[in-house]
T-cell receptor
């Protein structure tokens, strides 16, 4: 089944403790992206990657890091999480540069930072 | 600067009625306008999309209307059903760029 897999689905952590949210896709998509979803703010892009070793900042990159060492994986790293990073995070991938086929989203990771 | 403005924030429609969600954009370089549907506990999924060379696109009960001069587009759900209850996001992107800019979302509730 074609899908984007995120782990974990739920995570509670403490301020300052480094964490990684993994994202993997099995569709050989070149484009991958991370979004965060907050009530009243919709989906905001954190980082995206056009291909292996090619990443760029989205609208809200502060406090996050990403890497793209393999085509299928695009982990999101929070080196020193803070409570304002409590959010619902989505990884997405796309086959084409021009979005003709749309994004495929993962099921989300609900992160709570206390 | 919010590049895609979506309204209303929430909407309640009776079963069988028409649901209408509106979006307006600012960047005239945008040339691809998809709508995504999100059910609770799930990621958004592509519902329907339109490019500015047409004014309307219909897929089943879902129709996008597009007004290029007004820089507005809308989603119409005909014969709305309780199973349509979800959050809907409009979005926009421009040629050659994979990045989607999303609206803030509309929570639709279709009452039985």
């Amino acid at each position: 089944e074609a899908q984007v897999t995120q782990n974990p689905r739920y995570l509670i952590t403490v301020t300052g403790k480094k964490l990684t949210v993994t994202c993997s896709q099995n569709m050989n998509h070149e484009y991958m992206s991370w979004y965060r979803q907050d009530p009243g703010l919709g989906l905001r892009q954190i980082y995206y990657s056009m291909n292996v070793e090619v990443t760029d900042k989205g609208d809200v990159p502060e406090g996050y890091k990403v890497s793209r060492k393999e085509k299928r994986n695009f982990p999101l790293i929070l080196e020193s999480p803070s409570p304002n990073q409590t959010s619902l995070y989505f990884c997405a991938s796309s086959l084409s540069r021009d979005n003709v086929y749309g994004y495929t989203f993962g099921s989300g990771t609900r992160l709570t930072v206390v | 600067q919010q590049q895609v403005k979506q309204s209303p924030q929430s909407l309640i429609v009776q079963k069988g009625g028409i649901s209408i969600i509106n979006c307006a954009y600012e960047n005239t370089a945008f040339d691809y306008f998809p709508w995504y549907q999100q059910f609770p506990g799930k990621g958004p999924a592509l519902l329907i999309a339109i490019r500015p060379d047409v004014s309307e696109k219909k897929e089943g009960r879902f129709t996008i209307s597009f007004n290029k001069s007004a820089k507005q587009f809308s989603l119409h759900i005909m014969d709305s059903q309780p199973g349509d209850s979800a959050t809907y996001f409009c979005a926009a992107s421009r040629e050659g760029y994979s990045t989607l800019t999303f609206g803030k979302g509309t929570m639709l509730l279709v009452s039985p």
